[in-house]
């Protein structure tokens, strides 16, 4: 048997084996290549950000518009992308399992490590050129903004990790998975702040755990303007949860995985 | 060396079909110590290439265990095992990163055995199949494993190239251990000191390479309709 601390190193090895090779594999060597990870979110973002600017949606807050943009659409990405590239990564990836280190839990932490890192790195580098560029003022509590971030960021991957696996069991989830991440998406606190809506209504917005993340990443950014709604407890209990549902549903996952026909 | 082995304790594989589950392999069980050679020889359809599925744990059984105490292969030359959208080069650091093994120093013997050329810093997707075979055989060769999986086959390819996998694989390698799966009983007799005989699932083995061949031979039986090789 393998010790845990060699098991670790094992896995970090054959992590960043993976990670190479699907960076290489998704954007080669050609233009700015791997740059591409963090420049896509980015166009998107900005894209979605000058349509809200310009139709002057989100004026109901008291938050600049192209915060509001930019914290609701990074923030969907930062849920919705993993669980896209797990729904079919055993599938994709089976003939790495060939070799006797590779196994399905990387593959999904290979992808969702590529994702939530390019989501963030696009979302960093965003807010800071606007900040730097004095186009949107100064974020007044950015720890309660990263912690906000991480928790969503978690989400985001005990998610993909859950819906990867059922994926995996049958074609339905994956299929299922589209329509239920377009309805999901108005839903989410994207486009919407909590407080624009009357109590009962808001309760039952703050049932969907992403809503809390969206609202304590703008509440770190410039919650002395506005009132937010989040509960921290409620968002992490529900990532726990996830979680435990979505590793087991993975080892399952593996244990039946079979060669591509 | 005497504690390391693989072996397999009654090892089951279905496969979910629309006429309900099929079992593929029925209770195979099998020792093999470090250095033994065994030749495994089956028809189409007798469940060889699960068995290298299992062995090589891409596969897990559907019950009984698999206790590895030597590192095994991927199945050797196993073109699926890479990504055609690197170049021969990238994979070759894949492979060593997934071993934990350091690239640099198997770059002369990669470039001497596959002759790519420049070719080697090219995708893989514009290789002929030679050369795609060529490389390969080299990665499986760069990975040094206490036991290799032999998936037929290697018998193709030009006699040049065959020569020289013979030399590397059982000549140099003589002290490790392989599991070689075939339907051909000639390469099974030329290289390995134990031989059974997969028939429908069941893992047969025999005392003599002769004895295995006339069960084999005798075996008229033609192959099930469903086939997963």
Request: hydrophobic content about 50%; glycine content about 8%.
């Given at each position: 048997m393998t010790s845990l601390s060699a098991s670790f190193v094992i896995q970090r090895r054959v992590i960043w084996a993976l990670l190479m090779r699907e960076i290489i594999t998704r954007y080669g060597r050609h233009n700015?290549?791997?740059?591409?990870?963090?420049?896509?979110?980015?166009?998107?973002?900005?894209?979605?950000?000058?349509?809200?600017?310009?139709?002057?949606?989100?004026?109901?807050?008291?938050?600049?518009?192209?915060?509001?943009?930019?914290?609701?659409?990074?923030?969907?990405?930062?849920?919705?992308?993993?669980?896209?590239?797990?729904?079919?990564?055993?599938?994709?990836?089976?003939?790495?399992?060939?070799?006797?280190?590779?196994?399905?839990?990387?593959?999904?932490?290979?992808?969702?490590?590529?994702e939530i890192g390019g989501t963030t790195a696009s979302f960093v580098l965003l807010s800071a050129l606007m900040i730097g560029t004095g186009f949107i003022p100064v974020p007044v509590d950015l720890l309660t903004a990263i912690f906000g971030w991480l928790l969503l960021a978690w989400f985001g991957a005990a998610l993909a990790t859950m819906v990867g696996a059922a994926a995996s069991f049958s074609e339905i989830v994956d299929r299922i998975w589209h329509p239920v991440s377009y309805f999901m998406f108005?839903?989410?606190?994207?486009?919407?702040?909590?407080?624009?809506?009357?109590?009962?209504?808001?309760?039952?917005?703050?049932?969907?755990?992403?809503?809390?993340?969206?609202?304590?990443?703008?509440?770190?950014?410039?919650?002395?303007?506005?009132r937010t709604h989040y509960d921290p407890a409620f968002l992490a209990g529900t990532n726990l949860l996830l979680s435990m549902a979505g590793l087991l549903l993975l080892r399952a996952a593996g244990r039946r995985v079979k060669a591509n026909p | 060396m005497g504690d390391r082995y693989i072996e397999l304790y009654q090892v089951n594989k279905s496969y979910q079909t629309r006429h309900g589950a099929r079992r593929v392999l029925e209770n195979v069980s099998f020792r093999l110590e470090r250095g033994a050679h065994l030749g495994i020889l089956g028809?189409?359809?007798?469940?060889?290439?699960?068995?290298?599925?299992?062995?090589?744990?891409?596969?897990?059984?559907s019950s009984g265990r698999i206790d590895r105490h030597m590192s095994v292969s991927w199945p050797l030359a196993f073109a699926g095992a890479f990504q055609t959208h690197l170049?021969?080069?990238?994979?070759?650091?894949?492979?060593c990163r997934v071993y934990g093994v350091d690239w640099k120093p198997l770059l002369p013997f990669v470039e001497e055995f596959t002759e790519l050329g420049i070719y080697l810093r090219e995708p893989v997707v514009n290789y002929s199949v030679g050369m795609s075979m060529r490389l390969a055989f080299a990665l499986s060769m760069a990975i040094?494993?206490?036991?290799?999986?032999?998936?037929?086959?290697?018998?193709?390819?030009?006699?040049?190239?065959?020569?020289?996998?013979?030399?590397?694989?059982?000549?140099?390698?003589?002290?490790?251990?392989?599991?070689?799966?075939?339907?051909?009983?000639?390469i099974i007799r030329m290289y390995c000191d134990r031989v059974a005989v997969l028939h429908r699932g069941r893992l047969f083995e025999f005392e003599t390479i002769d004895a295995a061949y006339d069960f084999y031979e005798s075996q008229q039986v033609p192959p099930p309709a469903v086939v997963f090789d």
């Amino acid at each position: 048997m393998t010790s845990l601390s060699a098991s670790f190193v094992i896995q970090r090895r054959v992590i960043w084996a993976l990670l190479m090779r699907e960076i290489i594999t998704r954007y080669g060597r050609h233009n700015i290549g791997v740059l591409w990870l963090v420049a896509e979110p980015m166009v998107f973002t900005v894209g979605v950000a000058t349509l809200w600017t310009a139709a002057g949606f989100g004026h109901g807050s008291a938050m600049p518009v192209a915060a509001f943009a930019i914290t609701g659409y990074s923030s969907v990405l930062l849920w919705r992308n993993a669980v896209s590239k797990c729904n079919a990564a055993i599938q994709h990836n089976f003939n790495l399992l060939y070799h006797r280190n590779v196994r399905v839990m990387d593959v999904f932490a290979t992808r969702i490590i590529l994702e939530i890192g390019g989501t963030t790195a696009s979302f960093v580098l965003l807010s800071a050129l606007m900040i730097g560029t004095g186009f949107i003022p100064v974020p007044v509590d950015l720890l309660t903004a990263i912690f906000g971030w991480l928790l969503l960021a978690w989400f985001g991957a005990a998610l993909a990790t859950m819906v990867g696996a059922a994926a995996s069991f049958s074609e339905i989830v994956d299929r299922i998975w589209h329509p239920v991440s377009y309805f999901m998406f108005p839903l989410s606190g994207a486009a919407f702040m909590v407080d624009w809506f009357a109590p009962p209504v808001r309760d039952v917005l703050l049932w969907l755990p992403m809503v809390h993340g969206v609202e304590m990443v703008r509440d770190g950014f410039y919650g002395h303007l506005m009132r937010t709604h989040y509960d921290p407890a409620f968002l992490a209990g529900t990532n726990l949860l996830l979680s435990m549902a979505g590793l087991l549903l993975l080892r399952a996952a593996g244990r039946r995985v079979k060669a591509n026909p | 060396m005497g504690d390391r082995y693989i072996e397999l304790y009654q090892v089951n594989k279905s496969y979910q079909t629309r006429h309900g589950a099929r079992r593929v392999l029925e209770n195979v069980s099998f020792r093999l110590e470090r250095g033994a050679h065994l030749g495994i020889l089956g028809r189409n359809g007798a469940g060889k290439s699960t068995l290298i599925r299992l062995l090589s744990g891409a596969e897990y059984p559907s019950s009984g265990r698999i206790d590895r105490h030597m590192s095994v292969s991927w199945p050797l030359a196993f073109a699926g095992a890479f990504q055609t959208h690197l170049t021969g080069l990238d994979n070759l650091k894949f492979v060593c990163r997934v071993y934990g093994v350091d690239w640099k120093p198997l770059l002369p013997f990669v470039e001497e055995f596959t002759e790519l050329g420049i070719y080697l810093r090219e995708p893989v997707v514009n290789y002929s199949v030679g050369m795609s075979m060529r490389l390969a055989f080299a990665l499986s060769m760069a990975i040094e494993f206490d036991c290799f999986l032999i998936d037929e086959g290697m018998a193709v390819g030009d006699s040049r190239f065959g020569d020289r996998c013979h030399v590397e694989l059982f000549q140099k390698r003589r002290e490790r251990s392989f599991i070689l799966v075939s339907h051909d009983p000639h390469i099974i007799r030329m290289y390995c000191d134990r031989v059974a005989v997969l028939h429908r699932g069941r893992l047969f083995e025999f005392e003599t390479i002769d004895a295995a061949y006339d069960f084999y031979e005798s075996q008229q039986v033609p192959p099930p309709a469903v086939v997963f090789d």
